[in-house]
């Protein structure tokens, strides 16, 4: 019996520079499904639609910066969940700081190191799904434990 082929979990970069983008892409494109985005607002309301499992976001960018795009997705009541990572040139402790204080889960500094991008990425990817099944788990009373340990193990082979 052939078992459907695991969805690929959903990354959104956020830049307003279309090179960062590109460099983000070429690293995770393999291994997930990618949406961009190139301001704050557009964020938001991709992250509103499309529900990412993580986003990459630039710190610095007009109009909006990424710690009030961070701060309002962690006030969203879809969207406060989802795991944020600052990508940025910004790499003082101050920054960091604002970063992890407006909801971040992770930083990376610029210029990025494509496989730390890779495991940062999939680790909290990881973290947000196990997170995510085992509260789905808990409020659902009607879930089998068969249904639980297909779902568990579809967790385990994601990427």
């Keep these: ?3 459907p082929p695991a969805k690929r979990s959903r ?3 956020v830049d307003d520079e ?3 983008i590109k460099i983000l892409s070429n690293v995770l494109s393999q291994d997930y499904a990618l949406s961009v985005a190139t301001t704050g607002r557009q964020a938001l309301e991709v992250a509103r639609v499309q529900s990412p499992d ?3 976001l ?3 960018m007009p109009e909006m910066d990424g710690v009030e795009v961070c701060e309002l997705l962690k006030a969203g009541e879809d969207t406060r969940d989802i795991p944020v990572i600052f990508v940025t040139s910004m790499s003082d402790t101050v920054n960091e ?3 992890f204080d407006a909801g971040a889960v992770d930083y990376i500094s610029k210029p990025i190191s494509p496989p730390i991008v890779r495991a940062r990425v999939k680790i909290h990817i990881q973290n947000y799904l196990s997170k995510r099944f085992l ?3 808990l409020s659902s009373q009607t879930t089998s434990l068969e249904d639980a340990k297909e779902e568990a193990k579809s967790l ?3 990427v």
């Design 97 to 99: 700081e604002r970063g």
């Design 135 to 137: 509260e789905n788990l």
């Design 156 to 158: 385990l082979v994601f």
């Design 11 to 13: 990354v959104l970069i």
């Design 54 to 56: 993580i986003v990459l």
């Design 18 to 20: 279309p090179g960062n």
């Design 1 to 3: 019996m052939n078992s």
């Design 58 to 60: 630039d710190m610095i």
